[in-house]
């Protein structure tokens, strides 16, 4: 699997942008995470064992009864970004949407255009060093707050 370039303009301060975006080689169940840097990983959805305790974790929260299995998936990689280990520069990976402005970090932001340009870049498999030092009780705070906080 690779990535193309792809750009971007913010609506906050017209900062104009490249971020690499997944192209159609990407199987199903592989979800690219990009930071602001940016830098690239790579999340597969379906042998990811951090993935499906966050996943179970979102699933059985009382906030996302009723949600269907695209939007709790959407949820549950949104959790991800927050709680995977962030990139060698400390930007959060964004797994689900576009991380914020490189400039402003307003989440403003608008695809200009998709190329077919190779991204250069690596893309190395998502880490969770941190998400797998907590306890099981730590995980779930970890879920349950971010839930909150999103759902403000
Ligand atoms: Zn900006």
Avoid at 5 to 10: A, R, S
Avoid at 67 to 75: D, H, K, N, R
Avoid at 133 to 140: D, G, H, P, V
Wanted: one cysteine or more; a negative charge; proline letters at 7%.
């Amino acid at each position: 699997m690779h990535c193309t370039e792809w750009h971007y303009v913010c609506r906050s301060c017209d900062h104009r942008f490249t971020l690499p975006g997944a192209d159609l080689s990407f199987s199903y169940g592989a979800f690219l995470g990009v930071s602001s840097t940016p830098e690239a990983v790579l999340l597969d959805a379906f042998a990811d064992p951090a993935y499906a305790e966050i996943q179970a974790l979102v699933s059985e929260d009382e906030r996302t009864t009723g949600l269907t299995a695209v939007a709790t998936g959407q949820l549950a990689r949104t959790v991800a970004g927050s709680v995977f280990d962030p990139d060698s520069n400390r930007s959060p990976f964004t797994f689900a949407g576009t991380p914020p402005c490189p400039r402003c970090t307003s989440s403003e932001i608008a695809l200009l255009r998709a190329t077919e340009t190779r991204w250069p870049g690596d893309i190395s498999p998502a880490t969770h060093k941190q998400w797998d030092a907590l306890t099981s009780a730590e995980k779930a705070a970890a879920v349950s707050h971010i839930l909150s906080a999103l759902h403000r």
